[in-house]
């Protein structure tokens, strides 16, 4: 990749990551997913919660047995694998774009104070963020969810606890960098306050790197959802989300492999995606880098 120096780059950033196939293709996969999550209820042959045992295991409709009146086919409820995905986006995606929209506002905020003010309260922050890292994060999110109780409110922000330390050390790094900065000294010298100090013109030169890692935290906010809805503590039945399906395929990978590999699949091409798209992001956001 050819490095060139930053007044050498082409103007658009939005032309720069479309010139980046594997990102183009990652918000491609992204935009699909998004599209049939938003449509489920129009787009979905059957309710979510459908049952018919006499349609039970029914595998799918390219396979001998199958039909098409259940493409993906059926799981041990009789309920429409395909109906069940779709709808299943819906959930998966909204937790985990409201996990990393929860974790970024708390990091943000955190990093942002911490930075710019220092002293006591620096180190508070910076001490509960080497606190939370002690802890190994599935190990302390399954501790809460049994503490807190199963529901998607406290699933929220159980994923949420693990993605505000990336957001605060990397905007308490960049603050830090740039409180003496001859513009931020300017902006005091004029009489500006703090708070608008830090709003106005500290944050916004924190946007980068922020827009960079929540690409990359929503996918990892998708695999820990799967995770803890595998295990049962995530979202609960009938309500579907793809670790849930994945989970209670699980015991059916000989007899039905549908079940598990449909939605698992489903999760591998929306991490896939947004790991494509964050690394698009890096590459535009990098003044070093130009489009090939």
């Known amino acids: 990749m050819q490095r060139v120096p930053f007044r050498a780059q082409p103007r658009g950033r939005l ?49 001998p047995g199958g039909s098409w009146a259940h493409p993906l086919g059926s799981d041990q409820l009789g309920r429409d694998i395909l109906s069940r995905i779709l709808y299943g986006a819906r959930v998966s995606l909204a937790v985990g774009l409201l996990s990393v929209t929860v974790g970024c506002a708390a990091g943000t905020t955190l990093g942002l104070v911490a930075g710019y003010a220092g002293g006591a309260i620096d180190a508070v922050v910076s001490r509960a963020a080497d606190a939370q890292l002690s802890f190994p994060y599935l190990l302390l999110a399954v501790a809460l969810m049994a503490l807190g109780g199963r529901g998607l409110f ?29 513009f931020i000294e300017a902006a005091r010298a004029v009489g500006a306050p703090t708070w608008r100090i830090m709003i106005r013109h500290i944050l916004p030169n924190t946007m980068a790197p922020l827009t960079v890692i929540s690409s990359f935290q929503f996918a990892q906010m998708l695999l820990s959802e799967a995770s803890l809805s595998f295990l049962g503590l995530g979202v609960q039945p009938p309500a579907p989300s793809w670790g849930e399906m994945l989970g209670s395929g699980r015991s059916y990978l000989t007899s039905a492999w549908w079940l598990a590999t449909l939605p698992g699949l489903s999760i591998a091409l929306v991490v896939l995606g947004a790991n494509l798209v964050g690394d698009g992001l890096r590459d535009v956001f990098d003044p070093r880098v130009v489009a090939d």
Request: proline residues 5%; charged residues 15%.
């Open 15 to 63: 032309l720069r990551f479309l010139h980046r196939t594997p990102a183009t293709i990652g918000a491609l996969v992204m935009i699909v997913f998004v599209t049939v999550a938003a449509g489920a209820d129009r787009l979905a042959p059957y309710h979510y919660d459908a049952q018919l045992l006499s349609d039970r295991l029914k595998p799918p409709a390219w396979t």
């Open 154 to 182: 406290n699933l929220i922000l159980v994923l949420s606890l693990g993605s505000w330390v990336v957001y605060a050390r990397t905007v308490r790094a960049a603050v830090m960098s740039l409180k003496t900065a001859e």
